[in-house]
């Protein structure tokens, strides 16, 4: 059974740069699109963007400007690197994992990263 | 971005009762709809995959139906595991977008 977990610094001050790791157990990387997700309190989660395991990328245009993803396929973990964040990046980050075309099967349990100075 | 409205918001039903949840959305995405069950500080567990499949290792006292734009997660015989957060998404274009989630607390 897979298991993802995220990890990194749950708080980050304005106009820094978030960053998050996903760890993959249980499973291999490849042949899977590797995705971010958050969830800012009382709101819907909102799609960050994916990667594949050849290192393809798409970033949710709301995003694009901000966003960058990458993967250690030798390690089996990915990353998001969110840059010049502000209080409304505040929120709990998921990693998932879906096969191409297809539904998220596995989600990590989610990290809360709060903004603030 | 395709939109996705999830009627209702809140659901209070009782153990063994069965419930229904709708979602909408705003422009048709076939099959490509998948349901996820939530629970505080868990990660969110997979339901239901191309509006109406089963995942591996989930109850059939879970079923999905609709195609298109709307789409329904019907839940039957209640039990206390079973109250939760249920959200939809839809996967067929990118960016993936979600429903508001339906809380379904017990009555």
């Known amino acids: 059974q897979v298991q993802l977990q995220e990890s990194g610094p749950g708080l980050v001050k304005p106009s820094e740069t978030l960053s998050l790791t996903c760890t993959v157990s249980g499973g291999s990387i490849s042949r899977y699109y590797w995705s971010w997700n958050r969830q800012p309190a009382g709101k819907r989660l909102e799609s960050i963007g994916r990667?594949?395991?050849?290192?393809?990328?798409n970033y949710n245009p709301s995003l694009k400007s901000r966003v960058s993803m990458s993967i250690d396929t030798s390690k089996n973990l990915f990353s998001l690197n969110l840059t010049s964040v502000t209080a409304a990046d505040t929120a709990v980050y998921y990693c998932?994992?879906?096969?191409?075309?297809?539904?998220?099967?596995?989600w990590g349990q989610g990290t809360l990263v709060t903004v603030s100075s | 971005d395709i939109q996705m409205t999830q009627s209702p918001s809140s659901l209070s039903a009782s153990v063994g009762d069965r419930v229904t949840i709708t979602c909408r959305a705003s422009e048709g995405i076939s099959n490509y709809l998948a349901w996820f069950q939530h629970k505080p500080g868990k990660a969110p567990r997979s339901l239901i995959y191309a509006a109406s499949s089963l995942q591996s290792g989930v109850p059939s006292k879970f079923s999905g139906s609709g195609s298109g734009t709307d789409f329904t997660l019907t839940i039957s015989s209640l039990q206390p595991e079973d109250f939760a957060t249920y959200f939809c998404?839809?996967?067929?274009?990118?960016?993936?977008?979600f429903g508001q989630g339906t809380k379904l607390e017990i009555k």
């Open positions: 998404q839809q996967y067929k274009t990118f960016p993936v977008t």
């Open positions: 998932a994992r879906a096969r191409p075309g297809d539904a998220f099967d596995s």
């Open positions: 990667i594949y395991t050849t290192g393809n990328t």
